[in-house]
Every structure is written in C-alpha cells, then in structure tokens.
C-alpha cells in the first residue's frame, strides 16, 4: 500500500515562530503536493513539485515556502507563523500524468 | 479559472436512506473528475473517478456519472450505512495539468 505520511498530527506555535512541516512517501512518486484544508473553502493548494529541487506554486503561497531534497520528502515551511495559517495541512503525492492522488492523515497547526 | 461547487452540508440521514450530493465544475476543455472521501481522523482517498463524458464511476456502493450537457458529476448510493459517514469531496483535474482542485466539502451523517 502507498504511504505517505506526515510527521506530526498536531502542533501549537506561537505568532513569529518557524515552523517545519514534513511529509515522506515511500511509492517513488514524482509529484508532491500540500494543500490546506479549511472549513467551507475546501481543500486548497499552497504548493507543488514535480521532481527534486523542483517547485511551483498554487493558488495560495503567500507565506509558505516548500523544500524538497529528496524524491520522497517534501517539507512546507512558515518562515513567520500567523494566526490566520491556523488550519490543517495536507500532504499528497502522485504519478506523473497520473489521475489518482493519496493523502497524509494531515496535521493540524495551531498559530496562538 | 476552473472551479468546482458542491451541495452545503451537512446532511443528515437515517441508515438505508438514499443519498445524492450534488457537484457542478467549472472547466476549460474535457478534464477528469473525481470524488474522494474523508473518515473521521483521516487523509483523504479516492472513491471513484471518471475521465470523459457519459462515464459513469462506481465504489462501495456509490455512483457517479460525467455529464457534460449539465457540467455535473453527483455523487449517489441507494442505501447509506452508518460506516458512511464522512465529508465527501469533488475535485477535477484539468487535462495536462497535474494539479486537483476540490470543491468545499460536504459532511454526511448518517445515523441508525
């Protein structure tokens, strides 16, 4: 089975804080994403790569900045944290030109 | 830009009830449309999915099909169970792109 998961469920900051976001698959996947999830807006995407050292930003980068070293990791990084970047993360990785995306179990960030 | 719009929950239904969730997109060109599911505490994952018009996705019991007169892709299942429970979410991917982009989500309870 694929896995892709992400290294912590839950998380208090406080406003100014870096914080790191990791995400690990272990099925060679090509393309990595991280989404945000908020009630009533969905699920939206932040950023995306499509191999190493490669990147492209979503629909909303304001703020977020991404890393990705190795084929299998992809981390999402707050430079600043804010308290409107209270939400939950999601991590996902695909196939190249493939339909299907699997998802991390998410983690939940709060900004205090 | 592309976009998906999804029925506002919650909805609430007794076991063995019939379920629709309605999904319309948005879309330049032909892209492939998908429904992915999240139980309580968990990621998201693909629950059916179809890549052209008049295709008709089918999972554990649910339904969707392609139309592209009404540019719609509900989602349906003739007798709900409690296991059932979860937010339900549409997505499209544009053909040639390698993002997906979801709709709001629509949580469905289900009771005995």
């Known amino acids: 089975d694929v896995k892709v998961t992400q290294s912590s469920r839950y998380l208090v900051k406080r406003t100014g804080e870096k914080v790191f976001l990791e995400c690990v698959q272990d099925?060679?996947?090509?393309?990595m994403f991280w989404y945000r999830q908020d009630p009533g807006l969905g699920l939206r995407l932040i950023y995306f790569s499509y191999d190493v050292k490669m990147k492209e930003k979503g629909d909303i980068p304001e703020g977020y900045s991404v890393s990705r070293e190795k084929k299998e990791r992809f981390s999402l990084i707050l430079e600043s944290a804010s308290t409107n970047q209270t939400s939950m993360y999601l991590c996902a990785s695909g196939i190249q030109g493939a339909e299907e995306l699997f998802f991390g179990e998410g983690s939940r960030l709060t900004v205090l | 830009g592309d976009s998906v719009t999804q029925m506002e929950g919650p909805v609430t239904l007794s076991e063995e009830a019939f379920l629709t969730i309605n999904c319309t997109y948005t879309a330049t060109g032909y892209p492939s449309l998908f429904w992915y599911v999240q139980y309580p505490g968990e990621g998201l994952q693909l629950l059916l999915k179809a890549t052209k018009a008049d295709d008709k996705g089918s999972n554990k019991g649910f339904e969707a099909t392609y139309r592209k007169e009404t540019t719609s892709f509900h989602l349906e299942k003739g007798s709900v169970q409690v296991s059932d429970s979860a937010v339900y979410f549409c997505a499209l991917k544009a053909r040639g792109y390698n993002k997906l982009i979801f709709g709001a989500g629509t949580r469905l309870a289900v009771h005995p």
């Open positions: 099925m060679d996947h090509e393309n």
